[in-house]
């Protein structure tokens, strides 16, 4: 098994922001100007001289910075929080993929400080989306998690698992990390035998999303019952159920891929 279990694919899509802060040191908004835009490197410079932001860097060719604010730190000056959750469901989309793709990088580089090879101590890369070891010339770019989410089928219903481990009173899909080794698809079937116990046919990619909690690339996919009786991995879910896919309960939030798995978004 992956060393992260299954079920973290897509874990934060279910977790409350509070959640989602506790588990980590950073938080998961974005900040915005009144303009609308990812804050500038001169905002960034003072947050940095005024030892309220830890990390930091620029990618001008996407015209944008991005930062790590401390905890306690105040909100600059003509800026607002956002959830970034919440960006997924109302912002301009290509404002949605910077900060998405601002939120992995700065997760990315507050993981990875040392030389895999030879434990240095890493540097920015002149390409500041990289870092460089300084003795052993090692490049190391931002890596991405590849994970599979699935809404399985069987006529008009569809199958809706609790989590034991997210919000309790949501109904959402199944997902997981693809393992070393296997196609996406082979992915798909393994993780709903795992989770679920039936075996599921037709399997059919249907749309892809960035999910930067904190460096998924989730992969969603239909398909139909095939075999087998329900039976729950417990220590991973609590509830398996089929609903009519006209009468669902309560599901992931808009902007979440099983949301927009579950509301036919994908097709
Ligand atoms: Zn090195």
Redesign the pocket.
């Known amino acids: 098994m992956h060393e992260k279990t299954a079920h973290d694919a897509a874990d934060s899509e279910c977790k409350t922001d509070n959640q989602a802060n506790n588990s980590s040191s950073t938080k998961v908004n974005v900040i915005i100007s009144d303009k609308y835009i990812l804050p500038s490197e001169e905002i960034i410079r003072k947050c940095m001289a005024l030892h309220v932001a830890d990390d930091w860097y620029a990618e001008p060719e996407y015209n944008y910075s991005a930062m790590n604010l401390e905890d306690s730190s105040p909100t600059p000056a003509n800026c607002t929080f956002i959830p970034l959750r919440d960006f997924y469901n109302s912002a301009d989309e290509n404002l949605t993929q910077l900060a998405s793709r601002a939120k992995s990088i700065l997760s990315w580089r507050e993981n990875t400080r040392f030389?895999?090879?030879?434990?240095?101590q890493?540097t920015d890369a002149k390409n500041l989306s990289a870092k460089a070891?300084?003795?052993?010339?090692?490049e190391i770019f931002p890596r991405i998690e590849p994970c599979i989410i699935v809404l399985v089928s069987d006529g008009d219903k569809y199958l809706l698992v609790r989590h034991a481990h997210r919000i309790q009173n949501l109904y959402a899909c199944i997902s997981g990390f693809v393992e070393a080794g296997e196609t996406i698809e082979q992915c798909v079937r393994r993780e709903v035998k795992e989770e679920v116990g039936i075996n599921v046919k037709n399997i059919r990619y249907v749309g892809s999303q960035s999910w930067p909690f904190p460096d998924q690339l989730m992969f969603a996919f239909r398909a139909e019952y095939d075999s087998g009786e329900i039976k729950v991995q417990e220590d991973e879910i609590s509830e398996a159920l089929w609903f009519d896919k006209n009468n669902l309960p309560a599901i992931p939030a808009p902007g979440s891929v099983a949301h927009k798995l579950i509301t036919g978004y994908f097709g």
């Open positions: 030389c895999s090879k030879c434990g240095t890493l070891c300084p003795k052993c010339n090692s």
